[in-house]
């Protein structure tokens, strides 16, 4: 089942309203071209003489009230001379474009702290809008039984929902955080997810563009964010590592609980570039983006890769990763959980090894200067993927390392 497609207006057939006005007009005495004037006036398909002289000669057309005239004057001066949006027909697209455009000025806003938590709240909101506007110009007016209007998680779940699915994954992600903000702070959390706002906000005008047209696209308005300081290599090097607190580690492992690599790698899900210097005099220096997938992308990659910092790629100690497990599953998971683990997967050599640094490095290193072990991001995936729903709570004292 899927959604009908936008019905077109009939090209040149008057309204009932603007046959109505029109024959208020003419009984006021109001020049044959004035009226056509008005009435063509960002109207989808301009009507002609004809059309006026057809209303004129209706004798059971009945003419417009002075106080629908006014309104209907009123409205013609309400439509937006960029978007051609009109405050009293298309608000739902207004409200739409206006949620978004707040979220991203909000979060590229030097002056707010709040960035997380208020995308994802006005994302949701935004796209609301939108889905509603598209079900209603298909025939289907959003609303349940008790006068609810439909929720963003019941129109992505229905079977008739045009939206792909690299886009609904990327919004039901956003409404894990959105569902989050409302319990429990999501702190220095901002970094964390931009590939995944940078993808809602792609998404969101290209398919505000395909359903209603290349006026309201959004680009032109929100296309660059500006700073006044210089990105520094050693700061993009770090983004990735950001020191964020157990709970937003959580919540993110959570999210990719049930992804595929080729969901993670869907650009609709969550965006993603590499980023290179050119060679270039100081003066003229700027940022090349290159494809990830491309030979020189994947090269790119090899050498970033290669002179990363060990601590930031494998930044978790076994009791991080021991909270960070609980939070995200919601399962007692404790330190004699985690060694069982090592053991199982055979991350790492068992303790009094002659060979310590001998572990599987998609999961773990060894650190010779301090003799322990640090875990990283996709070993934190792989214990939140093996962990089912929560359990009850083990008999204390059971936290054995």
Request: glycine residues 6%; positive net charge.
């Amino acid at each position: 089942m899927h959604l009908a497609k936008i019905p077109k207006k009939t090209p040149t057939a008057l309204t009932d309203e603007e046959k109505r006005v029109i024959k208020a007009l003419l009984a006021e005495g109001m020049r044959n071209q004035d009226i056509l004037t008005l009435i063509n006036y960002e109207r989808t398909a301009s009507i002609n003489f004809g059309r006026i002289a057809g209303v004129k000669g209706n004798a059971d057309i009945t003419p417009a009230s002075a106080e629908e005239v006014a309104f209907f004057r009123r409205k013609k001066r309400s439509f937006d001379p960029i978007t051609g949006l009109n405050l009293y027909g298309d608000e739902r697209l207004i409200r739409a474009r206006e949620a978004m455009a707040l979220a991203v000025t909000i979060f590229n806003s030097g002056l707010y702290r709040f960035k997380t938590e208020v995308f994802a709240v006005l994302a949701n909101i935004a796209w609301t809008y939108l889905l509603h506007e598209r079900y209603e110009r298909s025939g289907i007016p959003p609303v349940n039984a008790d006068g609810t209007t439909f929720a963003l998680s019941y129109m992505l779940s229905r079977a008739d929902s045009p939206l792909s699915k690299g886009i609904k994954r990327n919004l039901l992600a956003l409404k894990t955080i959105r569902d989050a903000v409302e319990h429990k702070m999501l702190g220095r959390s901002d970094i964390k997810w931009l590939p995944l706002f940078q993808a809602c906000c792609l998404n969101f005008d290209k398919i505000l563009v395909d359903w209603f047209g290349s006026r309201l696209s959004l680009h032109h308005e929100l296309s660059v964010a500006l700073q006044f300081g210089k990105l520094e290599l050693e700061q993009m090097a770090q983004i990735s590592a950001y020191d964020l607190p157990p709970n937003i580690t959580a919540l993110d492992a959570l999210l990719k609980k049930n992804a595929s690599t080729e969901d993670l790698d869907d650009l609709e899900y969550q965006f993603r570039v590499v980023y290179t210097f050119d060679s270039a005099s100081k003066g003229k220096a700027h940022i090349q983006f290159v494809s990830p997938d491309s030979a020189e992308g994947k090269t790119i990659q090899n050498v970033l890769q290669k002179f990363k910092i060990a601590d930031d790629l494998y930044r978790y100690k076994p009791g991080d990763v021991v909270k960070i497990v609980r939070k995200a599953t919601g399962r007692l998971f404790n330190m004699s959980d985690h060694t069982s683990a090592w053991q199982s997967h055979k991350v790492r050599p068992p303790s009094g090894s002659k060979t310590p640094d001998k572990t599987n490095r998609d999961f773990c290193i060894y650190h010779t200067a301090h003799n322990d072990y640090t875990y990283n991001d996709k070993w934190i995936e792989l214990l939140v993927g093996e962990l089912g729903g929560p359990v009850q709570a083990k008999p204390s004292g059971s936290d054995v390392v």
